[in-house]
Structures are given as C-alpha cells and as structure tokens.
C-alpha cells in the first residue's frame, strides 16, 4: 500500500498535482487483536487512520457493519421531518 501511494504521489506531482494529506485518511480492515496496524504516509506526512468514514452517503466501518450507516440515516430522517413538522403536517390552512 505505501509503495501504492508513493507511486501515485510521484505520478500527480509530475503532472502539477499534490495530494492534499490533511482530507486523506486511511481505514485498516479489522485483523487479529495482536496485529500492528501499519503507519502509512505520503511525502513523509502520516496518513490519519481512522475508524470510520462517510463515502457516498454512506458510513463505512472496518468490521463492514452497518448499524452506523442505518443510525446516520434515520438521524437525518428524523431531521428531515423535523424541519417539515410545522409547515406541512400541522398546517391546518
């Protein structure tokens, strides 16, 4: 994976391009208790590893769960509702 990112980091900087590390992060698949989880990084910055991320609408996990993709959604449901509660449920004109 680093030999990965270090191709593509060289790649989009022959090009003009830079990888902005900041917004990049990384999700390592859930792997026996005793294992080290890697380090990786681009152009000497660490990569941030986090637990999970939302991708295209939807909350991705390392043990590819989905009860947090499902509470993100009825979280933004209830919201939803909510905003439209006073002017078109209980509208009464």
């Known amino acids: ?7 593509m ?12 590390t900041p917004k990049t992060e990384v999700m390592i698949q859930e792997r026996c208790p005793s294992s080290v989880n890697p380090v990786f990084s681009i152009n000497g910055t660490p990569l941030q590893t986090v637990q999970q991320f939302c991708y ?8 590819c769960h989905i009860d947090h993709d499902i509470e993100a959604r009825i979280n933004l449901v ?10 078109v449920f209980e509208n009464r004109t």
């Open 1 to 7: 994976m680093q030999r990965a990112l270090d191709t």
């Open 9 to 20: 980091s060289f790649i989009y900087s022959s090009l003009g391009l830079a990888i902005n």
């Open 56 to 63: 295209l609408g939807s909350m991705l996990t390392p043990a």
């Open 78 to 87: 209830s919201a939803a509702f909510g905003r439209l509660r006073s002017c």
